[in-house]
Structure formats: structure tokens, C-alpha cells
């Protein structure tokens, strides 16, 4: 479910938006692109260091929208591109997933794994 395109994205540093909705409205917050994973069976793992907000909205509703690009990336029409994703998101302070994610950053408190139902390129 992950286009090769957006995984040569990941591949470069950018910005990664995760917009959540809550009781609240909506709400983002960010992450660079190096800091997501993708695992053998296509989600996307992110450590959370804090993103309490954004916890707290995926327990109210768990749909997530997120947005990463790159410049060094070729895109539809010329140099960078970028992708939305859409999918459902779940936290997780223990498991294989936060495991997965605590190894390469010490720092998390959490994994945001999230379960990618599109991927769309957006430029």
C-alpha cells in the first residue's frame, strides 16, 4: 500500500504533518520524515515524544491525515513531490511496535502506528 515514490521520500529529510481530529476541532503536529518507519506489513510507525494532543484525538477518533514531501524527490511535474496519506492511527507505550520504535529513538515515550488506507501524490 506504500507507493515506492513516497518510501524515496521518507528517504529524504522533510516534514511529516499528522492532523488528528478531537472533541477540540482538528489539530497537527509534526515530525521529520527519517523518523518514520515502515514495517513489513506496509504501517507507518512514528515515535511520540509527546503528542499528547494528538493521543488524545486518535482515542476520540482514530482516522489520520498525513502529509510528507521532499524537494529532492522528482515529482509529476518537476523537482520535489509530496504525498497525502490517509489511514487509522492507535498508540502503543508497549509491544513489538514501541519496541521497534524505542530502538532507534530512546527518547519516545510512545509509537504512532499508523494503518495506511491511501497514499496519494500531491505534486
Known amino acids: 500500500m506504500i507507493p515506492e515514490k513516497l518510501r524515496e521520500v ?3 529529510e522533510g516534514v ?3 492532523c ?6 482538528p489539530h497537527l503536529s509534526n515530525t ?6 515502515i514495517t513489513a506489513d506496509g504501517r507507518l510507525l512514528i515515535p511520540a515524544g ?7 484525538n486518535v482515542a476520540f477518533r482514530p482516522e489520520v491525515l498525513l502529509t510528507a514531501g521532499s524537494r529532492e524527490v ?4 518537476g ?3 509530496g504525498f ?28 504512532l502506528a499508523v494503518v495506511v488506507t491511501s497514499a496519494t501524490q500531491t505534486l
Not at 497525502?84 to 530502538?103: E, I, M, N, R
Open 16 to 18: 511529516v504533518a499528522i
Open 84 to 111: 497525502l496519506v490517509q489511514g487509522t492511527a492507535s498508540f502503543a507505550g508497549s509491544g513489538p511496535d514501541f519496541d521497534a520504535v524505542k530502538a532507534r529513538f530512546p527518547w519516545a515515550r510512545a509509537a
Open 50 to 56: 509527546f503528542m499528547h494532543r494528538t493521543e488524545a
Open 74 to 77: 522528482q515529482g509529476q511535474r
Open 32 to 37: 521529520w520524515n527519517s523518523y518514520v518507519q
Open 79 to 81: 523537482p520535489g513531490t
Open 20 to 25: 488528528t481530529q478531537g472533541k477540540e476541532g
Open 10 to 12: 521518507l528517504a529524504h
